[in-house]
């Protein structure tokens, strides 16, 4: 059985990007273009990893990790950030509200399913 994975992200290339590395791996992939839209595509589905961008419009991705993490369903999902900050405070943030890893874009897309095998464990 594939995972489920929902990508977060304002942009539409990386979304487009990080659709097709993750769909030619095997995964299932839904798009979500803000904080706001993934939080409601999460509370109507099943995901095995979430991967997010921090800086969006309507919501970023620390506040939707933290509201994520409130519900019950999702408090052991992995979830990844996908952005250009480097920021070690962020990064601390970023843990504290429960996100499992970091990624830095650009990103190298054999990297991303690699991640992706590793925390989902296949």
Same mark, same amino acid.
């Given at each position: 059985?594939?995972? #489920?994975i929902?990508t977060?992200d304002?942009?539409?290339s990386? !979304?487009?990007?990080t !659709?097709v590395?993750l769909t030619?791996?095997g995964?299932?992939v839904t798009e979500a273009?803000d904080?706001?839209? /993934?939080? #409601?595509?999460?509370?109507d /589905? +099943? $995901?095995d990893l979430?991967?997010?961008?921090l800086?969006? @419009? #309507?919501?970023?991705?620390l506040?939707?990790?933290?509201?994520l !993490?409130?519900l019950p369903? $999702?408090? /052991?999902? @992995?979830v990844?950030?996908l952005?250009t900050e480097?920021?070690g405070?962020?990064? +601390? +943030?970023a843990?504290?509200?429960?996100?499992t890893?970091?990624?830095?874009?650009? $990103?190298d897309?054999e990297n991303?399913?690699?991640?992706a095998?590793?925390?989902l464990g296949?």
């Amino acid at each position: 059985m594939s995972a #489920n994975i929902l990508t977060v992200d304002d942009s539409a290339s990386i !979304r487009l990007t990080t !659709r097709v590395t993750l769909t030619t791996a095997g995964y299932n992939v839904t798009e979500a273009v803000d904080g706001m839209d /993934g939080l #409601n595509k999460l509370k109507d /589905g +099943q $995901f095995d990893l979430v991967i997010t961008d921090l800086n969006m @419009p #309507n919501m970023d991705g620390l506040t939707m990790i933290r509201e994520l !993490r409130k519900l019950p369903a $999702f408090t /052991g999902v @992995p979830v990844i950030f996908l952005t250009t900050e480097s920021d070690g405070e962020l990064r +601390q +943030q970023a843990k504290a509200a429960g996100a499992t890893g970091w990624l830095t874009k650009p $990103f190298d897309p054999e990297n991303l399913v690699k991640i992706a095998r590793k925390v989902l464990g296949r």
